[in-house]
């Protein structure tokens, strides 16, 4: 099993659709040319990506709320 390290989390509420869970890995650029961070991209039930990543990552992600938008 591969085990990767978060270090930030970011959840998009859209208000439709899945929430998106940005996260920012603390592991090598996977663009080495541009020096990009790694990140992954997670979908969740719409409303429940902020309890997600409290829960499973035990972190306080940030929340980009984009109801409305």
Avoid at 37 to 57: D, P
């Amino acid at each position: 099993m591969t085990i990767l390290k978060v270090i930030k989390a970011s959840v998009q509420i859209n208000g439709h659709g899945t929430d998106k869970i940005y996260l920012t890995l603390d592991h090598r650029t996977p663009f080495p040319q541009m020096g990009y961070e790694a990140n992954a991209t997670i979908e969740a039930q719409a409303g429940e990506g902020i309890n997600w990543v409290r829960k499973e990552l035990g972190i306080e992600p940030e929340i980009i709320d984009m109801k409305g938008h």
